[in-house]
């Protein structure tokens, strides 16, 4: 059996341990605007996203985040009406804010509440979205009605056990299913038209 070189097996298990702690999660809490802390839940919820994973996603990316750093202007930061608020973010994450935090001397807050911006064009594609299915659900409602007044026509003219009957029975059924789904999806979306 080879030999496995240790001074290899430190520097895998080394870059290992590194990558794990860099995934730990850890609290912080920012003080951020009433529309940031909807934004994030919005996105999260409704995309099924952690919002340890979004702040991963807008935050962890170092150049972009010092682009945007750039870009802060801190009076118009501080006329921002703000609220404290605890998000659970990964180290690396806490890392990145805290680095750019100290290279430009901007506020992690500022960072936070800013980074969080960039989910407003996903938000307002997701509106447009919104309005999109709730016209197809429309459409889908009355496609549904025709196949339950076919069901009908067809008990009456076959009787409710005819093996024909049946199979429809299934279709309606999955088709009434299918429309509560549609139906409680749209409802956890409504926040949508509100933002």
Request: net charge positive.
């Amino acid at each position: 059996m080879p030999k496995i070189d240790d001074q290899f097996l430190d520097s895998t298990i080394g870059s290992t341990m590194f990558d794990l702690r860099g995934k730990q999660s850890v609290r912080a809490t920012f003080k951020l605007s009433q529309k940031a802390i909807d934004s994030i839940g919005l996105v999260a919820i409704h995309l099924g996203i952690k919002q340890k994973s979004l702040f991963d996603h807008i935050i962890e990316d170092l150049d972009a985040l010092d682009t945007l750093a750039k870009t802060i202007k801190i009076r118009q930061f501080k006329k921002i009406q703000r609220r404290q608020k605890t998000y659970v973010l990964s180290r690396k994450t806490i890392e990145a804010l805290e680095a750019i935090s100290q290279a430009y001397d901007t506020p992690r807050d500022a960072l936070v509440e800013y980074s969080i911006k960039k989910l407003e064009s996903i938000i307002k594609a997701e509106k447009a979205r919104h309005k999109e299915r709730k016209i197809l659900q429309k459409n889908i409602i009355n496609h549904f009605d025709q196949g339950r007044t076919l069901y009908k026509d067809a008990t009456n003219l076959l009787g409710k056990n005819d093996p024909f009957c049946k199979r429809m029975e299934k279709a309606v059924f999955a088709c009434k299913k299918t429309q509560k789904e549609l139906t409680e999806f749209l409802e956890k979306s409504r926040i949508l038209e509100e933002f």
